[in-house]
């Protein structure tokens, strides 16, 4: 394993009160930490993620961060202080001995791929690097009465944030030596690295790329995280042939003919593989998978589908509904109409009760009339938030 993400969620965050533990407040049609989650794993150089959790948060998690991704390692219990967390989560990544690894604020969640990518850049340079912003407004320091006593320069001060990466084995080391050490106050894992003496790269992170500290926090990034609501349209069509089976939605049915096509020629899952990345403004199935390319010779159309899902999570954005609609004269549709949404179901990692199929004639017109081909329009509802700017 290359790069594991860890996501430090064992917080109670004393200073944003509320029914829910901060990790787990609304968040523009989300949870806080379901939208770091889902970030973090939407990033293609990411190949596990791992939550440290709160011990009382279990179901709490269950509920806020429900996807079957594999990636998704089962949480673990965290300490009675970040640095121990940190620590517990990096023992739990120590038998699939990453690399390198990312430690990230659950609390931070539009970190941008952006971000990411310059942290992983500069790791690849030295044993470890992390997103930090220079400091920008004037800095005072306080007597015992709350009263200016002096200025501090701000030349060369930088406001750390998260994800801070490490090379695997020196943090790991580092957090081992600093709890035997005793040494508990170390406030992020720079400060553990620093200690161990590692060198530690700053980067460019983004303002807003903040952490909700305080209940006035999530207020202002629910009122700045404004729903953006996309819909994409997808249509396909592949010619009947001489077969014996047809796919469609991922099931295969029997038929007295097959479709052509360079991949398995599912002509529903293309159409919803274009729906899925027109909603967010991506290159349609024919320049991400041509039929010039052998190595889509014959493959599942799911494979197309995936893609398509990890592209709209990289926005980022989450599929919220889809709806497709099969014109054929036959093969029936009734039937196989249960496992098709199951299926569709799964692949988008939706509820069934968000994935719509439909099936229609043409009344005997037209080539799908005659039965020389079918033809598949497939609609996707996803909801984007407003990039960040980096």
Known sequence: MKTAALILAAGRGLRAPGPLPKPYAPLA??????????VLLAHPAIDAVQVVIAAADAQHYATAVATPDPRLLPPVTGGASRQQSALMGLIALEPRAPDQVLIHDAARPFVTADIIDRVLAALAQGPAAIAALPVTDSLKRADADRRVAADVDRNDLWRAQTPQGFQFAPILAAHRAAAAAG????TDDAQVAQWAGLAVALVPGAEQNRKLTTAEDLVMANSQ??????????????????????WLCGVRLAHTHGLEGHSDAD???HALTDALLGAVGEADIGQLFPNTDPRWKGAPSHLFVSEAVRRVRLCPAQVMNVDITLVCEAPRIGPYRDAMRQRIAELLEL??????????T????GFTGRREGIAALATATVVRMPRTQS
């Open 351 to 360: 509820e069934v009760g968000r994935v719509g199929l439909k099936a229609t």
């Open 225 to 246: 995280a404004l729903i953006d609501v996309r819909t994409g349209l997808g249509f396909d069509v592949h010619r009947l042939v001489a077969g014996d089976h047809v």
């Open 267 to 269: 002509v529903a899952l």
């Open 183 to 186: 040494r508990t106050e170390m």
């Open 29 to 38: 049609g989300d949870t806080v930490i379901g939208r770091t989650v889902a």
């Open 362 to 365: 043409t009344e005997t017109l």
